[in-house]
């Protein structure tokens, strides 16, 4: 049904933010102040959330210790060790549907790069990035009880938009990174993390590089119709 009236300037804005809102991979070296980001995760945290559990833990990892688990992933990636994932992400096997909205992702980004398809020295360059945290200002890493289901899941992936919209209306840019769950008994080892603190994934925050070819990528959206329809009798 089409919009009748017109929109106010907050629906207007709101509805921008969302639209503007992209993955971000590459960042300008300003730090992020760490009072704005501790007033990120407040405002994160009024996502919604059943009998307000508040599942999940943002762990921000700085300095030797980020660089150390920098170099244990890649270490990890690079001698293609077994990925054994706290949680399956993808389905097995992949439907085409989704397989063709994968590869139209894949598409978008190296082809924002200029990375031809059968350039694979360029595309693993660009996919090592991700345990770099995109070299980031601020590098978190992303768990969750072990003795959560799906809804805890749920609820944290309520939190981690509201986080990365938030970083966004602040002018920020950032990047969810699932990479980081491949090899969760790396992160708990290097972070000295229990092994009931389950790996969701890695969160780049920083102010985006403006010039950056790579945050121009941009891709689409699934037409309503896919995935709204009316039931009634």
């Given at each position: 049904?089409?919009?009748?009236?017109p929109?106010?300037?907050?629906?207007?804005?709101?509805?921008?933010?969302?639209?503007?809102?992209?993955?971000?991979?590459a960042?300008?070296?300003?730090?992020?102040?760490?009072?704005?980001?501790?007033?990120?995760?407040?405002?994160?945290?009024?996502?919604p959330s059943g009998a307000n559990l508040?599942?999940?833990?943002?762990?921000?990892?700085?300095?030797g210790l980020r660089q150390a688990l920098s170099q244990a992933l890649l270490a990890d990636w690079q001698a293609g060790a077994p990925e054994q994932e706290d949680y399956a992400y993808f389905p097995r096997p992949m439907p085409?549907?989704?397989r063709k909205r994968q590869a139209a992702s894949a598409q978008a980004l190296y082809g924002a790069l200029g990375v031809a398809r059968d350039d694979r020295a360029g595309r693993d360059?660009?996919?090592?990035?991700?345990?770099?945290?995109?070299d980031a200002p601020v590098a978190l890493v992303v768990t969750i009880d072990q003795r959560f289901g799906?809804?805890?899941?749920?609820?944290?992936?309520?939190?981690?938009?509201?986080?990365?919209?938030?970083?966004?209306?602040?002018?920020?840019?950032?990047c969810a990174i699932g990479a980081l769950a491949s090899y969760?008994?790396?992160?708990?080892?290097?972070?000295?993390?229990?092994?009931s603190e389950h790996i969701v994934c890695g969160l780049a925050l920083g102010w985006p590089d403006p010039e950056a070819a790579v945050n121009r990528t941009c891709t689409e959206r699934a037409a309503l119709a896919d995935y709204f329809r009316v039931l009634e009798s």
């Amino acid at each position: 049904m089409p919009i009748s009236e017109p929109m106010s300037p907050e629906s207007q804005a709101h509805e921008a933010l969302l639209t503007a809102r992209r993955s971000m991979r590459a960042y300008l070296q300003q730090p992020v102040p760490d009072v704005l980001l501790q007033s990120l995760l407040i405002q994160a945290r009024r996502a919604p959330s059943g009998a307000n559990l508040q599942p999940g833990h943002f762990l921000q990892v700085r300095g030797g210790l980020r660089q150390a688990l920098s170099q244990a992933l890649l270490a990890d990636w690079q001698a293609g060790a077994p990925e054994q994932e706290d949680y399956a992400y993808f389905p097995r096997p992949m439907p085409m549907g989704l397989r063709k909205r994968q590869a139209a992702s894949a598409q978008a980004l190296y082809g924002a790069l200029g990375v031809a398809r059968d350039d694979r020295a360029g595309r693993d360059a660009q996919f090592a990035r991700n345990y770099r945290f995109f070299d980031a200002p601020v590098a978190l890493v992303v768990t969750i009880d072990q003795r959560f289901g799906a809804g805890g899941y749920m609820d944290l992936g309520m939190s981690l938009y509201g986080l990365q919209l938030a970083a966004a209306a602040a002018g920020l840019g950032s990047c969810a990174i699932g990479a980081l769950a491949s090899y969760p008994q790396t992160v708990r080892r290097v972070l000295g993390l229990a092994s009931s603190e389950h790996i969701v994934c890695g969160l780049a925050l920083g102010w985006p590089d403006p010039e950056a070819a790579v945050n121009r990528t941009c891709t689409e959206r699934a037409a309503l119709a896919d995935y709204f329809r009316v039931l009634e009798s």
